[in-house]
Each structure stands twice: as C-alpha cells, then as structure tokens.
C-alpha cells in the first residue's frame, strides 16, 4: 500500500485524484465539498459508519443536512474563513446518534475547489 | 436505484433535524443525541466531556444540573425553555448574543429526554418589544427633569451633570468617588432592584431599566426612571463602565390612571385582575432567573362561599368578596400584588419573599378574614378562608407549576379542616 494514503499524510491534491472505488478503499471517512458545501464525495467506509446512502446525500448542504454536530467555529466557520487548513482536530460525532469520539482532518487550499473532511472513528 | 430502508429515512431525518435532540440518565450521561444537539454542546463543552450533558454545559448552566436533581417525581417535565445564556458580556455588537433553551422530560426514574433549541433571535425580539415599550410609556408619561451620571463597572461614581443635583439635591462634588448604589437608596422590601443588581443585568443584557420611588437628599419621594447602560469598548470583553440616567417622572394623571384602572382590576373587588397577575407573574420570574431572587405565591380561596351565596344571595356575596380584598391588600408589601382569580379564590404574588415570610403572611390574612362581620337580615356573617403558598424555587422557576403547587397546598388544608394555612414541615413529620 503506497505511503500517502495514510491518515494524517494524505495529501488534498492526492485526495482530489483518485478514483471513488480507490476512495472507497480506504479505512476512513472521507467527505468532500466545494464553497457552497454541497456533498461532491462520499465515500463507502463513511456511507457504511454513519448509516446513511450515499445516493441521498450527494448534492445537499453537508453543514446543514448532514452534519450539523460540525456545523459550528469549530469546524464549519474554518472553512469559511481559513482559505488553507490541514489540521487534525478531536471531536465529537453522533454516528447513528451515538456520542463517538473521532479525529477529523481538515484540508482546503487557495488551489484546490474542493476541500475535505477526514473521519477516523 | 435501491430503495432506502426505513432505518435509513430515519437516520437522514434525525441528522437533519433542526433541534438538538438527546437522551441521557439522570447523572448526564448520554446515551443518544443527534447531531444538531452535539453542535451547540461541543463548543461549549470545552476540555469537559462532551459525551455528559450536565459537564458540558458546568461552565453555561451549572444550574441544569441540580434543576434535574432536585425533580423529585418519577416522570415529567423538568424545566422548559430553560434559557442558557452562552455569552455573558455585550461584545459583539453585529451578531447576536447566543442564547439556548433547554427542555428536560423526565420519562422514567433514571432517563431524560433533552432538547436544545439555538433562541439567540428571539431573544433580540423580544429585546426590541421591551425597548418599544419603554420609548412608548416615555411619550405617555413626559418627563420633568433628568439626570446623567457615569459610573465604574463596581458603580463608583466617575462624573455627573448639574441634573443630578438639581433632581436628587445631592451635591455633586460630594458624591464622586462614592459608590451610587449607596447614595441613591432603594426600596427593596418590593421588588425593585437595588443598582448593583442593575449593573449586573445591564452587563449582561447591555442595558437595565426600572420605575420606582426614589428618595431626594430632603427625604421627599419621587417617581424615577433609572436606565443603567453599560459602556463597552471593542477591544474589551467586558464593559468600561455604566451610564446612569434618572429621570423625574410625574406620576400618572388622573385619566391615564383611571384607564390604567379598568384595564388591571377586578370591577367588583379592586383587586388586580388576572391578566394583570399574569403580566406581573412574567415580569417576577423573570427578576428570580436573572438575580435568583426569592419569589412567594399565596393562593386562598374563601370557604363555604357558595352556601352564602344561597343562602342570602349574591349582592351579600359581593359585598363579603369585596371586604376581602379590602382586608387583604393593605396587609401586602408594596411590590406584591393581590388578585382575584376566580369566583372566590385570590392570590398575592410576593417578591423578595422566601416560603416562611409567605406562611407568616398568608396567617395575617387568614386572621384579617376571619375577622370580617357582615350584617345582613338581622345576622352577623362571618368567613374564613383556606391557604397554599410555595415559592419560584420550589416549583423550579415555572409559573404553572408554582400555581399547581400552591393550588395543591390550597387543597390539603380545606381537607385539613379549612380556616388554615397549609404547613409544609407538618405535612413532612
């Protein structure tokens, strides 16, 4: 297994690259939005952790609709105001409404249209 | 295209609610919680555990805590639309202050139901109306004279204008340096704040306004305005200062009372009325959130009424409700209010009194009932009449379970024999 698929190293730009079946593989969440938050990416391991189909929650305000536990300073207003993130950040998430301690990852770039969010449960 | 299964319509409508929703045992401890409640309860969770509602919010609303506590029944409501007050200061000027309302249900011995609700812009509304209102009672009232003080956030007195002297008769020079508070005396034996108390809500609030007697350096009586303002800069959190402005109000003239009259009195007694006890139940639970300040309610309802009634006929029943609110308001302190809610029931609302000052007054209109003759036909009729009292605490700071409470208490002593207060400690032992 190549090197930069690893959690904390993945890089935004290898992120945008690959393919959904080799997004899919990997151990984490992983969701990605443009400016306007609307879901772009959803990949297998984060449809399967938070119970939800991926067909319906691509195309809507990931903020809003799905994941309001980050929409707050901590995470959401990172985004609008951080034009480049790549942090790490514990946080709290109600998967299938179960208090769950994760690790997000946070990547957005001047460059880049898309950012991210990483899930490691 | 799959078919979603329920579970996961279910999922998608509990992740997209927009109401924190949650469920924990009684020691915090969450079980499960959607998303929206886990946004407004991570931040303020801090360093806490955010996975225990009760620690989460120990820096917000360390209250919630023993207002769950202290809910003895198995079931019910615990509190509703608890407000959390997540900023304390008025720093930010251009977004408003987040405010959260917290419902507790307590759905058997060891589980809660919580919801969190983001209130922040209601809360400026209401703000607005409040601020309406008091511009529009200044167009009603007039003004004589004002005065303009600034004071430090401990409400020492820094400057003041030629008004102050001209309005209190203090001289000016004297009083700088001086805390204001100490100058300007208040009557607390009703329920206006003293200025400290002022200051306290002004820094939360951003501002403070009340209506009450104050005194002149001669001793004589006014009617004052007092608005407190507090004084921010944006590089500090808190405020710099307060601005203070008393305002010599003429009292209400004679058509405005009359009209203030018949729109908060009971026709038939002169007692308030029950909107007027309604509006006066809001303003005093609202001084008992902000300044914890003891709250009293006394019910009492007249005993055997109706046989009076029938026996010789409404206008001596009238005329005996009438002797009742006669006896009884004048015994109140001049914040309480004694009303007439209902046939032959009444209540005195009382702030700033704890449950035994309730008791000990509610024996003194007892005894002041009993002592009521009315002659009628060539008989002497007497009455008597039976009492609840409980306290905003006790009922844990809601209005309706304050009146169940004191309804009930009301009702163990007509069973008790009637002509009594119900004593709470007797119940107990």
């Keep these: 297994m190549p090197q930069e698929i690893a959690f904390e190293s993945l890089s935004l730009t290898t992120l945008d690259g690959m393919s959904d079946v080799e997004r899919d593989a990997l151990p984490f969440g992983i969701v990605g939005f443009p400016a306007d938050t609307t879901v772009q990416v959803y990949n297998a391991t984060e449809a399967r952790l938070s119970g939800l189909d991926r067909a319906s929650v691509m195309g809507v305000p990931f903020f809003e609709a799905v994941a309001q536990c980050m929409n707050n300073f901590m995470v959401a207003q990172r985004f609008e105001e951080e034009p480049e993130i790549d942090d790490i950040v514990p946080y709290v998430l109600t998967l299938r409404m179960r208090p769950t301690k994760v690790r997000l990852r946070l990547l957005a770039s001047p460059e880049a249209a898309r950012r991210y969010v990483l899930i490691e449960r | 295209m799959t078919e979603r299964s329920s579970e996961e319509q279910l999922l998608e409508f509990l992740y997209a609610c927009p109401v924190g929703l949650l469920e924990c045992d009684m020691a915090g401890e969450i079980g499960m919680m ?154 607390t034996t009703g329920g206006d704040l003293r200025l400290d108390e002022q200051l306290v809500v002004a820094e939360r609030d951003g501002w403070h306004l009340q209506e009450g007697w104050q005194q002149r350096a001669n001793g004589e009586r006014y009617w004052c305005q007092r608005l407190v303002v507090a004084r921010s800069r944006d590089d500090e959190t808190g405020p710099i200062g307060f601005s203070v402005i008393l305002r010599d109000v003429p009292r209400r003239e004679a058509a405005a009372e009359d009209l ?40 009492l309802d007249l005993d055997h009424f109706k046989a009076i009634n029938d026996t010789y006929g409404h206008p001596v029943g009238d005329i005996m409700l009438r002797r009742v609110a006669e006896a009884c308001a004048p015994l109140l302190p001049p914040r309480g209010v004694f009303a007439r809610l209902g046939g032959e029931e009444f209540a005195a609302l009382l702030p700033r009194y704890d449950g035994e000052q309730a008791i000990g007054l509610a024996e003194d209109l007892r005894a002041a009932i009993a002592a009521i003759e009315v002659e009628t036909a060539g008989t002497i009729l007497t009455l008597t009449a039976s009492f609840g009292c409980a306290t905003l605490d006790e009922a844990d700071g809601s209005i309706d379970a304050l009146i169940a409470l004191a309804d009930k208490r009301l009702y163990a002593a007509k069973r008790g024999g009637r002509n009594q207060v119900f004593q709470p400690q007797a119940a107990a032992a």
């Design chain 2, 260 to 299: 203030r009259r018949v729109l908060t009195r009971d026709h038939l007694t002169g007692a308030a009325n029950r909107r007027h006890f309604s509006h006066a139940m809001e303003r005093e639970q609202t001084r008992w959130r902000d300044l914890r300040h003891s709250l009293s309610l006394i019910m």
């Design chain 2, 34 to 187: 959607n998303p929206h409640a886990m946004q407004h309860l991570l931040p303020l969770a801090g360093p806490r555990d955010a996975g225990n509602l009760f620690s989460a919010l120990e820096q917000h609303a360390p209250e919630l805590r023993s207002i769950a506590a202290a809910f003895a029944p198995a079931t019910g409501r615990v509190c509703d639309g608890h407000r959390i007050f997540v900023e304390l200061g008025c720093a930010r000027r251009t977004t408003p202050r987040k405010v959260l309302a917290c419902t507790m249900v307590k759905l058997a011995p060891d589980r809660l139901m919580v919801t969190l609700t983001d209130i922040s812009q209601q809360v400026v509304q209401e703000q607005r109306l409040r601020q309406a209102d008091t511009w529009f009672a200044t167009l009603l009232n007039g003004i004589n004279d004002y005065a303009a003080l600034t004071v430090r956030p401990d409400g020492e007195v820094i400057t003041g204008d030629s008004g102050f002297t001209r309005q209190t008769g203090y001289d000016l020079a004297a009083v700088i340096g001086q805390k204001l508070g100490d100058v300007l005396k208040t009557d």
